[in-house]
């Protein structure tokens, strides 16, 4: 949704061409590589409607500003961060420094699916 | 809180008149249906207040731009986005294509005083 | 990242000094009031990189547009309303009436080194 120069994105799931990958808990089916994995894959699905919404052209994204990851996590999962990690340096691989943002990592009881990560993001937009 | 064109509201919880409703967690308690009446109430909160916010004129809402969605789970529930839909559809219902909005919805280990849904929003209200 | 007059804020842990404060859950090994000092923690650092951002100049933060407050819990705890009071307050201490903010509260399974509290926040800076 586009709103002045910013563009809320809807929280991307861990998922891939429709198929939903990476089910189940950090903590006890996931570790925190493959829980990179799953982070890595919202990203790109973020990316992939992002420019979408910016008519096909990635270049119109100015920026990265904000992501929200969340981990689903075991009570005792506590490395959300590192997690995180997956879709954080994905975008800087992509858009270098317009890449970089604030950014939130929490671990959360369940998700829709029972995929292991949800990212959402705000990218400016103009 | 508005802020340029937009309204960034206070998380509501499934209460009306002051008196909490839907008290439990979705996958113990309470299953979709009963989760979707609880979010359906946060979105009529939600809703008033923007009424309020708006001078008491619904129409200067110019759109929903984002809802996030917090549903108060046990580890295994996983509907969340089904949940989630009892606020989303309550938005297109009254606002048309303007209450099409980007969300995002998870499952919490808790929410204050037990309620099984939160919903918190940011409007466009110029 | 400061984009039109808005400032996403990273989420801030209830650390202190690079140490980390408050290590636990809300509900098992802390209680309400120890919440609240976590949560106080995590709106210090807030304030702190507010600070950095707006040029070591706090008269340049307008005000604080929205938090969200992250409480490490456990089922059954369901305070987080009073617990995120802890930040909220702090704002209105150091901000008056321009601390004022909506804000949501919910109850996380897990947070980042299982601290007690994460904080986040939106803020107007011109």
């Not at 809320?8 to 996931?30: D, H, P, V």
């Not at 800087?92 to 929490?106: P, S, Y």
Request: charged share 20%.
């Amino acid at each position: 949704m586009h709103t002045g120069n910013l563009l809320f994105m809807t929280g991307q799931l861990s998922q891939w061409n429709g198929e939903r990958r990476f089910i189940g808990k950090l903590g006890r089916e996931f570790g925190v590589e493959e829980g990179q994995a799953a982070a890595r894959l919202c990203a790109l699905n973020l990316i992939a409607h992002a420019r979408d919404a910016a008519g096909g052209d990635l270049d119109r994204v100015a920026r990265i500003v904000r992501i929200a990851g969340f981990v689903n996590s075991t009570p005792d999962f506590v490395q959300q961060s590192q997690v995180v990690n997956g879709a954080s340096d994905l975008f800087v691989d992509v858009f270098g420094d317009a890449g970089r943002h604030t950014r939130m990592a929490v671990g959360v009881a369940a998700l829709p699916y029972d995929v292991a990560v949800e990212v959402e993001a705000v990218l400016e937009v103009p």
